[in-house]
C-alpha cells in the first residue's frame, strides 16, 4: 500500500499548483533576484573602456586561462567587465576553504560537530569574512592589471585602482547578500543559481556559434546533429547517476515496553554514487588554468634563459591538449576521493548507529561498522570519479577536434542538471507541504462539523 507522501505526490497536478500561493511569491521572488542579477552584468565598472576590453578579450591570438571559466560562470560578466565580474566565486572559495578547515582546525571543528545552529551561524560568519578578504585580492589584481594595460582605462592611476577594487568586492557581497535572500525567501539555493543562471546566459551564444558555423560550412549537419544528440544522452547520464544511490539496510533491535515489544524497525542509509557533486572539476579547473593565466600575464616580460621552458609547457596545459586532458583527469580523480573522505565520515556514522542502537545485519557494529562504510563507499567513489571524468573530458575531446570556440565545459553542465534536479525536488516539496496542510484544514473543518459540534436539546 502506498505511503501517504506517496499519494500526495501521484495527485499533484496544475491545479494544486495554482493555488499553492506561497509557492508562487517564493517564485516570483527568485525570478526578480535572478533578474537583478543579470542586469548587472551589463553595467560596466567606472572608467572602463568596453569596447577596447570587449577587444582584448576576445582576441583570438591570447591565452585568457581561468578567465574563460569565470567569464562562463559569470554569464559574460567578465568579457564585459561589469560590477558583477568577480561573481561569487570568491564566496565559493572561502566556503570550501571554511569547510576544510572545519575538519582539520580543532576550534573549527568543535564548531561543526557539537556548535548546534549557533556553531553553524559563527562559521557563515567566518565564511564573509574570508570572502571579503578574497574579494579584496582579487579585485586589487584585475584592477592593477587593467591599470598597467594601455588603451583599457579611459584615466589609469590609483583613484580607478581603487573604484575598480571597491565596485568588484562589493558588487560580490552583493551578491553574496542577494543568494541568501533567495535561499531564505526563494525556493532553491541561491548560490547555485546565481551560478546556474550565469551559465545559462551564455548557452544561447554557443548554440548561435553552432549554428553560424554550419551555416558557413565550417561544419557539417551530421556534425551538428552528433553534437546535439550527445548533449542530450550527456544530460540522461547525468540525471541517471546523480540520482543513483547505494542504499543499505539498517536493522533496529525490537524492545520490551511493558507488555508489548516495541521497535524493530528498518531503514536505509543512502550513499551517493557521486558524494562529491561538482567540487572535484571545480577544483581541477582553477588548478589548471592558473598556470596558463599566469604565462598570459608574463608573456610579454623578458624571462630568464632558465624559465625558457614555461611557454611551451603552458602551451600544453590548454583545453584539447592531450597533457591538459591527462592531469584533469587526474586532478578530478584526487579531489572525488579528497572530498569524498572530508565530506563523509564512516568511523562518526557507525558510532552514531551505535549510539541510537542501529546496526548493518551480518556486520558488527562499532569498528567493524565503520569499516564496512568506508569499503562500500571507497567503491562508489571509484564509480563517481570515473562518471565525472568522463562528463567533464567529453568536451575537451570536442575541442581538440572543432576547435576552442564550441567549448562548453563538463562542469557547466554538470552545474546545470544538478541546481535544476535540486530546484524541481525543492518545488515539489513545497507542493507537498501545501496538500498536506490542505487536508489538516479540512480534517479539522470536518472536525468541528462532526463530534465537536454541540447538538441541539429537544425540548
Known amino acids: 500500500m502506498a505511503s501517504a507522501a506517496e499519494q500526495l505526490a501521484a495527485n499533484m497536478n496544475m491545479g494544486s499548483f495554482a493555488k499553492a500561493t506561497e509557492l508562487h511569491k517564493r517564485l516570483l521572488f527568485t525570478l526578480g533576484a535572478l533578474l537583478v542579477y543579470r542586469i548587472g552584468t551589463y553595467v560596466p565598472i567606472p572608467g572602463i573602456n568596453s569596447q577596447a576590453f570587449l577587444q582584448f578579450f576576445q582576441d583570438p591570438s591570447g591565452q585568457r586561462g581561468i578567465l574563460d571559466m569565470f567569464n562562463m560562470f559569470s554569464g559574460g560578466a567578465v568579457e564585459r567587465m561589469a560590477i558583477f565580474a568577480l561573481n561569487v566565486m570568491p564566496y565559493i572559495s572561502a566556503s570550501i576553504i571554511v569547510q576544510l ?6 576550534p573549527w571543528e568543535k564548531l561543526k560537530k557539537e556548535g548546534g545552529e549557533s556553531g553553524r551561524k559563527q562559521l557563515n560568519q567566518y565564511t564573509r569574512y574570508l570572502t571579503v578578504f578574497l574579494a579584496l585580492a582579487q579585485s586589487f589584481g584585475i584592477a592593477a592589471g587593467l591599470n598597467s594595460t594601455a588603451g583599457l582605462v579611459d584615466n589609469p592611476g590609483i583613484f580607478f585602482i581603487a573604484s575598480t577594487v571597491v565596485t568588484l568586492t562589493g558588487g560580490t557581497m552583493f551578491l553574496m547578500w542577494l543568494g541568501e535572500q533567495v535561499t531564505a525567501r526563494g525556493v532553491g539555493n541561491g548560490i547555485s543559481l546565481i551560478i546556474f543562471a550565469g551559465i545559462v546566459a551564455v548557452l ?3 548554440i548561435a556559434r553552432l549554428l553560424g558555423l554550419a551555416q558557413q560550412g565550417q561544419m557539417s549537419a551530421f556534425a551538428l546533429l552528433f553534437i546535439a544528440v550527445l548533449a542530450v544522452a550527456t544530460v540522461v547520464f547525468i540525471v541517471f547517476m546523480e540520482r543513483a544511490q547505494r542504499r543499505l539496510l539498517i536493522q533496529y533491535p525490537k524492545r520490551q515496553e511493558g507488555n508489548r515489544m516495541a521497535g524493530g524497525e528498518r531503514s536505509f542509509l543512502p550513499l551517493k554514487v557521486n558524494t562529491a557533486g561538482v567540487i572535484p572539476p571545480i577544483f581541477a579547473s582553477s588548478l589548471l588554468m592558473l598556470p596558463t593565466t599566469v604565462a598570459t600575464m608574463t608573456a610579454n ?5 632558465w624559465m625558457s621552458w614555461l611557454p611551451l609547457v603552458t602551451a600544453q596545459l590548454t583545453h584539447g591538449q592531450p597533457l591538459f586532458m591527462a ?4 586532478l578530478i580523480v584526487f579531489f572525488c576521493f579528497f572530498y ?12 552514531n ?3 541510537y542502537g542501529g546496526f548493518l545485519p551480518g556486520i558488527r557494529p562499532g569498528k567493524r561498522t565503520a569499516e564496512y562504510l568506508d569499503y562500500v563507499l571507497t567503491r562508489l567513489t571509484v564509480i563517481g570519479a570515473a562518471y565525472i571524468t568522463a562528463v567533464c573530458l567529453l568536451p575537451e575531446f570536442l575541442v581538440a577536434q572543432m576547435g576552442n570556440s564550441l567549448y562548453f565545459g563538463g562542469t557547466s553542465i554538470l552545474i546545470v542538471v544538478s541546481v535544476t534536479m535540486d530546484t524541481v525536488a525543492q518545488i515539489q516539496s513545497q507542493l507537498l507541504a501545501h496538500q498536506y496542510e490542505g487536508l489538516i484544514k479540512k480534517a479539522k473543518l470536518r472536525g468541528r462539523g462532526g463530534r465537536g459540534a454541540p447538538t441541539p436539546v429537544r425540548r
Open 301 to 305: 616580460a623578458d624571462l630568464p634563459s
Open 204 to 206: 544561447p551564444s554557443t
Open 327 to 330: 592531469l584533469y583527469a587526474a
Open 353 to 355: 548507529l551505535r549510539k
Open 340 to 351: 569524498t573522505s572530508i565530506t563523509f565520515n564512516p568511523e562518526d556514522t557507525a558510532e
Open 101 to 106: 578547515m572545519g575538519t582539520v582546525y580543532p
